[in-house]
């Protein structure tokens, strides 16, 4: 009885493998990375056959280990290990990375060793290591700020979720004030609440929210701003205003706008809290102006509100009263709302936006959302859709809406 299972299981593991190669090859023979979509479908077939391969201690030992390649990338941020190998014109000895980081020998070993295992540097020999492409990376500040956010201020949040949602008897969690965040971080305070109280976290967050698109394409790629909002821009007021982005950070979408467009007309206006505007980007003629979200807008008749990553960190009811605020704002046949969301599949969704998924579930409550969802949540704010533009599942999109 046990060979026949242990034969079937072999047989299976075989089948596998071979459909997976086969989908590689077929996707290298279609020339899959000229295909609009056809790097991540690459990278898909190639962990298909990843999973294929392993055998099923490899893939628990894979996955059960995983957190600790970020607690370990950590550790090289922390110590300045990839800048230092990516500056250096050669590659260095564990003694040599030593003294420049002020670190005991053995200790860095073991963890150089970790890295190159990873492969986030290259172990060149006994002891000697130099940059790959993933250390090159890693030296952007942007794309660094990723690995700190996530280990000092989310992964707390995700070690809390299992036990919190045994604690909830499993109910959906809408609320950012009752989430793991609260007992990960031993506070009673929301995320938002919490970031200005602690400014190593709240730093690393917004760094990396000016990084995390990096090698995915700009929503200005693939919607065309000048058509759909620039063509009916009613400019003959000097106080007329083209777009107001609404908890925009320091200023990083109006630049890009400026950057692509620059003879677009009319104001454009930044909002957020006073702590952030401190830190806006010296744009040409961006204005900058203190708004909670939460209360009434105080920009009236603008042709565009655009709302970047600002709904996904909100339960339903909260999202509705930020979309109202801004509908009471806008004028019927004329402004648009312009949101820049992940809108997730209802079949065969992408790992990434599920990881951005849980994250919001984890920290503040809330939840990236699918199509069906946001066209509900709009028409309780009084909008409609008109379209939806995207390019790929993995990467933003730009939900186009009006007045109902």
Known sequence: MGSNI?????WQQDRDVSESLAALKHRLAEEALNEPDGRRKLLAAARSLTNSLETPGESVQRLAYLPLQTVVLQIGINL?????????????????LAEKVSADPALLQRILRFLAAIPAIKEVGPGRFTANNLTKTLTIPGLAAGVIHNMITVNPAWAALPAFLERTKYQNPSDGANCPFQPAHN???????WFPKHPTNHEAFMLWMTAQREGRD?????FPFPERVGDGFQGGDSQAVMLVDIGGGIGHEVQAIKQYYPSLPGRFILQDTPETLKKALPVPSMETMEHDFFTKQPVAGARAYYL????????????????KNVAAAMTPGYSKVLLNELVIPDHGADIVGLQIDFTMLSAVGAEERSESQWRDMLDRAGLTITKIWTRAQEAESIIEAELK
């Open 218 to 222: 700009r929503w200005l790629d693939f």
């Open 6 to 10: 242990e034969d079937t299981s072999a």
């Open 187 to 193: 506070t009673p305070e929301t995320l938002f609440e």
């Open 80 to 96: 300045d290990l990839f800048n230092i190998l990516h500056r250096s014109s050669q590659p260095l000895t564990t003694q040599e």
């Open 308 to 323: 970047r990553n600002v709904l996904h960190d909100w339960p339903l009811t909260q999202c509705v009263s930020i979309l």
